[in-house]
């Protein structure tokens, strides 16, 4: 028997099949998973009502959802990134914040890492609606070894503000569709611009965006935060140009996008926040 033959044989099999499945570098930037988590049953039952009127078909982000705090979800799977719904400034010692802190080894620990993120690229007060990558890597590394049975630690904390300071949020804002906008482009970028492979965010773990200390209305937040993914899924960059695309959405010739797909993202946010409206004036009448 020609071993040597059956070897080659195998080593172009293998090459075949390396070349046939996409790596972590191939795969397209917005290609990942959004984790929707809270422990609100009704707000996780929206999420999955919601998700489902819009008939949400993606080869690229896959949007999950569970009944569940972050941390019992990281003790049987892992994430990339987990989001913080805080504050301008980075003062992450309130609300779902101080738990995501205590998972890093408490507010002492991880403040000073993303304020010092916050002082870099925003002089230290972070826009509200924004999105910053920070990379606690270090310190989530710290936490493994430390932290009996705390295997799973984000690497990346994805800090977007709700608000300033803690408030309360006013519900016709479209604050939740900003802050869930922001997130998904802002991994996209992330996963565009990879330096190594491993550094991919392939699943990010998100709570209702201003629920909590914000008050945020839950129907509110669900719409905007589903509206937000389904104009990210249908933006021009991650769907790809055609023909029936230009007619449809109105975006093509030489610009990337024509005012009527602009008009159709406007009318599609307004009109979400204008039935937020309708139905917060019929729960005052009922009262």
């Keep these: 028997m020609d071993t040597t033959n059956s070897k080659k044989d195998d080593i172009i099999q293998q090459d075949l099949a390396d070349h046939q499945q996409p790596t972590q570098q191939q795969l397209p930037p917005h290609q990942f998973t959004l984790t929707l988590i809270d422990i609100l049953e009704s707000l996780v039952q929206a999420w999955k009502k919601e998700l489902a009127a819009i008939n949400l078909k993606s080869n690229s982000l896959n949007v999950e959802i569970h009944l569940t705090t972050f941390q019992n979800y990281l003790e049987t799977r892992s994430a990339e990134c987990i989001v913080s719904p805080a504050n301008s400034f980075g003062l992450m010692d309130g609300g779902l914040d101080y738990y995501i802190s205590e998972y890093y080894g408490g507010v002492n620990s991880l403040i000073p890492v993303v304020q010092s993120a916050i002082q870099e690229d925003w002089c230290g007060e972070q826009n509200v609606g924004t999105c910053l990558l920070v990379d606690v890597d270090e310190l989530a590394q710290k936490v493994k070894g430390s932290v009996k049975d705390r295997k799973n630690v984000p690497r990346y904390i994805a800090h977007c503000p709700t608000m ?28 565009a611009t990879l330096r190594r492979p491993e550094d991919r965010i392939n699943n990010v773990i998100c709570a209702g965006f201003g629920t909590g200390v914000g008050e945020f209305p839950e129907e509110g937040c669900v719409k905007q935060m589903i509206l937000a993914i389904k104009h990210f899924l249908e933006a021009p960059v991650n769907v790809g140009r055609n023909k029936s695309n230009d007619k449809n959405l109105g975006w093509g010739s030489e610009w990337h996008v024509m005012w009527p797909y602009a008009r159709h993202i406007e009318s599609g946010v307004q009109h979400t926040l204008l039935k937020e409206e309708h139905n917060r004036e019929n729960d005052e009448d009922i009262d």
Excluded: E, F
């Excluded at 569709?177 to 802002?186: E, G, I, V």
């Design 164 to 191: 300033r300071t803690p408030k309360a949020l006013y519900g016709g804002d479209d604050i939740v569709y900003r802050c869930t906008w922001a997130l998904l482009t802002s991994i996209r970028k992330h996963n």
